[in-house]
């Protein structure tokens, strides 16, 4: 489970760790990693790495196949949203935003391939309702995410004639320290999300979210949408990106769109301020809690 420091990760550790599953933990927070290791009792373990960087990814698997002896399924669950539009914002975390979202996720499929072979395992990654449609101010969150979604389409192809299953995970506006920071550091972006037609403004419990996740693990399932209702929106996503959405849509960004980009100056800022960045103490090292034989 990459991710699982805070938000939708941990919340899908807990779940599954409730229900039996032993949880391997992948983000780049050590402390919150091993406190979440450590309140879901023996036998989970953690590693602090960057999904942007093979060489710690590939550590933490490592790690993960000596403590636990295997990977039935992997949740590519780590995700970054910048601040700001094309013309005023920072370029750097425009680019952070698609390198931890997508290469992130390419790079976590890689690194886990091999264990996921050899249990005729499942891969969830994690895309997002924002696949199917494109508010302004997020650009690069939704061009990685739409990525996502047709790196899953293909590779799950690639992958089936090994027994690999590939679900591709699509949640609207979850309750995460993302979405609150989002909301806190913009309110232009709050404003503009209103204007969006049910169920893309809905806000979804992060724990309905990792129920969801978690049920798709135990089916395997192709596709998932939380809420459900988000399906419809992917069935009408030639809708969303026609001429007469972009009018619609344009209305309404004439006077936030400025808003915003005064905001995005005022801030002064890439990412929001739960946003882990790779130069974290710790990052990019793998750790783990004590594990003894028996229980890997």
């Known amino acids: 489970m990459t991710g699982a420091a805070r938000g939708i990760g941990e919340h899908t550790a807990r779940v599954a760790a409730a229900r039996g599953a032993r949880v391997g933990l992948v983000g780049l927070e050590p402390e ?13 373990v953690w590693f602090a790495a960057d999904v942007t960087d093979q060489a710690s990814l590939e550590a933490a ?18 995700g970054v949203a910048n601040r700001g539009t094309l013309a005023v914002g920072d370029l750097d975390a425009m680019v952070r935003t698609v390198e931890v979202n997508l290469i992130g996720v390419m790079r976590t499929a890689a690194a886990t391939v091999d264990a996921l072979i050899a249990r005729r395992g499942y891969l969830l990654i994690v895309s997002s309702a924002a696949a199917f449609a494109a508010p302004p101010g997020m650009a690069a969150y939704c061009a990685s995410k739409a990525g996502v979604e047709q790196f899953g389409t293909s590779i799950r192809l690639e992958l089936a004639h090994h027994g690999v299953a590939v679900g591709t995970a699509h949640p609207s506006w979850i309750d995460t320290d993302l979405v609150r920071d989002a909301r806190a550091d913009l309110p232009a972006v709050a404003e503009l999300l209103a204007k969006l037609p049910w169920p893309m403004r809905r806000t979804t419990s992060v724990r309905e979210c990792a129920e969801a996740f978690v049920r798709a693990v135990e089916r395997r399932q192709r596709r998932v949408y939380v809420p459900r209702s988000v399906g419809l929106v992917r069935a009408s996503r030639a809708l969303l990106v026609s001429p007469l959405a972009d009018l619609v849509m344009a209305r309404h960004a004439r006077r936030a769109v400025p808003e915003l980009e005064t905001q995005v100056r005022a801030l002064g800022r890439g990412f929001g301020v739960t946003t882990a960045l790779p130069d974290v103490a710790d990052s990019g090292h793998a750790g783990r809690r004590d594990t003894s034989p028996d229980r890997a």
């Open 32 to 44: 919150r990693l091993a406190a979440l290791a450590a309140d879901l009792g023996p036998g989970h």
């Open 61 to 78: 698997v490592d790690g993960t196949l000596t403590a636990l002896g295997g990977i039935d399924a992997v949740v590519a669950n780590a």
